[in-house]
Nanobody, 122 residues
C-alpha cells in the first residue's frame, strides 16, 4: 500500500502561484508514476499532470491542455515526494487537488491522497 498526503493548498489571487506537495509513504517510491488530479465544484474529477517513473534521474511528464505552460510537475525520489508548481493561476483552477500514484506500467491510478483545496480569487 502507498499512503499519500497533500499539502500546500490555499487561497490566492488570480495570476498568483502555489506549490502543492505530496508525501508518499508505505512503500518505496521507485517504479511508481505520480499524478495530480482535481475536482472543481459540480464537475467530474479531471487529470492535471503526471510524471512517469524512468529511473532515479527523473521522469517524463504529461499535462492537461488547460495547464500546459503554467503548471510543472516534479518529484524528489530520495524524499518520496512529488510537487505541482502552479503559476499564473486562474479562477477556473479552483478545485480540490488530489495526488495519486500507480505502479509503473499499470493502468489506473490506484492510490489517492485526501486532497487539498486551492481557491483562486478574481
Amino acid at each position: 500500500q502507498v499512503q499519500l498526503v497533500e499539502s500546500g493548498g490555499g487561497l490566492v489571487q488570480a495570476g498568483g502561484s502555489l506549490r502543492l506537495s505530496c508525501t508518499a509513504s508505505g512503500r518505496t517510491f521507485n517504479n511508481y508514476d505520480m499524478g495530480w488530479f482535481r475536482r472543481a465544484p459540480g464537475k467530474e474529477r479531471e487529470f492535471v499532470a503526471a510524471i512517469i517513473w524512468s529511473g532515479w534521474s527523473g521522469g517524463s511528464t504529461r499535462y492537461a491542455d488547460s495547464v500546459k505552460g503554467r503548471f510543472t510537475i516534479s518529484r524528489d525520489n530520495a524524499k518520496n515526494m512529488a510537487f505541482l508548481q502552479m503559476n499564473s493561476l486562474k479562477p477556473e483552477d479552483t478545485a480540490v487537488y488530489y495526488c495519486a500514484a500507480r505502479r509503473t506500467g499499470s493502468g489506473d491510478f490506484a492510490f489517492w491522497g485526501q486532497g487539498t483545496q486551492v481557491t483562486v480569487s478574481s
